[in-house]
């Protein structure tokens, strides 16, 4: 038996985590031929099956099981060690790695960024903005902003806004199409979210009031959706903040009739302890409320108070 290379233990761990090949390359950014060749080779090289081919897909075996709970391990002892590198580090420079979705991201992300990167010119970053949440204990990201509440012991958070969402037209389609109330919403064209994001509560509020043939449009970004409303095809749900970006946007529901939702900004419990993430955490703590309330000029603000002894 030759030793086997223990990078391949990734690849058992994504195909274990991801169900499937597929989904195993693209958390992993490779093609599925991939990742089947190198978990081949560490079968090869202990000369022993980690997974059984079935029609329902890759089963551990026994000895699979116990190669995973080790993989696990090992991964959870490395990701350790790089923290407490990274948390020596008291310089604000270096790179911080940002997780949250399309439409946080460019109306309240961004404009907080553009403000600290003027103060802390030598910090880089990194957004990542996806639906799919990031797995910030395996370092997929350094700072997440969520609208859930995680409960791992590792991960700290704290509520930084509260996000208003309201129905929105344009002033060109109701200048065409009046808008009197919600039993007038099956005599709209609506725009809605995708089935993908069909669980969220602001793709809720407008599925459970109007009939499903009366949506024109469904996207599975806010950003189509605002632009989309701005266009003049429809009536959305969307978030007060983006929609106070576009002057063409008109509330017709505001959000003490459709709803709210709050906004958590998570970290690692050990990345307290680093000073640029403590910095970036300061900022965002301290502008997130009002661009949240749909003020988007965060020039001239500076951070009020510090975030991280806050955290729980």
């Known amino acids: 038996m030759r030793p086997p290379d223990w990078n391949d233990l990734r690849f058992v761990l994504a195909l274990v985590r991801g169900g499937s090949l597929e989904r195993a390359a693209e958390a992993l950014d490779v093609d599925a031929s991939t990742v089947s060749r190198r978990v081949h080779a560490l079968e090869r090289a202990l000369d022993a099956r980690v997974f059984d081919r079935t029609t329902g897909g890759h089963q551990l075996t026994e000895m699979g099981r116990g190669l995973a709970a080790t993989a ?57 903005a996806d639906v799919r949440p990031v797995d910030l204990i395996r370092r997929e990201a350094d700072v997440a902003l969520r609208f859930a509440r ?90 007060c903040y983006a929609a106070a970006y576009d002057g063409r946007l008109v509330e017709l529901i505001g959000p003490a009739d459709v709803l709210e939702r709050d906004l958590w900004l998570v970290l690692h419990r050990d990345s307290r302890r680093n000073a640029r993430t403590r910095a970036l955490a300061d900022m965002l703590a301290a502008q997130l409320p009002r661009l949240a309330r749909g003020s988007p000029d965060p020039r001239g603000t500076a951070p009020a108070g510090r975030f991280s002894p806050s955290l729980r």
């Not at 003027?118 to 957004?127: G, K, P, T």
């Not at 309201?166 to 609506?190: K, Q, T, W």
Request: without cysteine.
């Open 150 to 239: 995680p409960r791992q012991a590792l991960l700290v958070s704290r509520r930084v806004a509260s996000i208003g969402h309201g129905l929105y037209g344009s002033a060109e389609y109701l200048g065409r199409r009046p808008f009197h109330d919600v039993a007038d919403l099956s005599n709209h064209a609506l725009l809605g979210y995708d089935k993908g994001l069909g669980t969220l509560p602001e793709a809720r509020w407008l599925d459970e009031r109007a009939p499903a043939g009366s949506f024109a449009l469904r996207a599975n970004r806010v950003t189509l959706l605002v632009e989309a409303v701005a266009q003049g095809m429809g009536l959305a749900v969307l978030p």
């Open 72 to 128: 696990e391990r090992v991964e959870a002892e490395i990701a350790g060690m790089v923290r407490r590198v990274w948390q020596a580090d008291r310089r604000l420079v270096g790179t911080i790695r940002i997780a949250t979705s399309d439409a946080v991201g460019r109306y309240l992300l961004v404009p907080t960024l553009a403000q600290f990167q003027r103060v802390h010119s030598q910090v880089r970053i990194q957004v990542v």
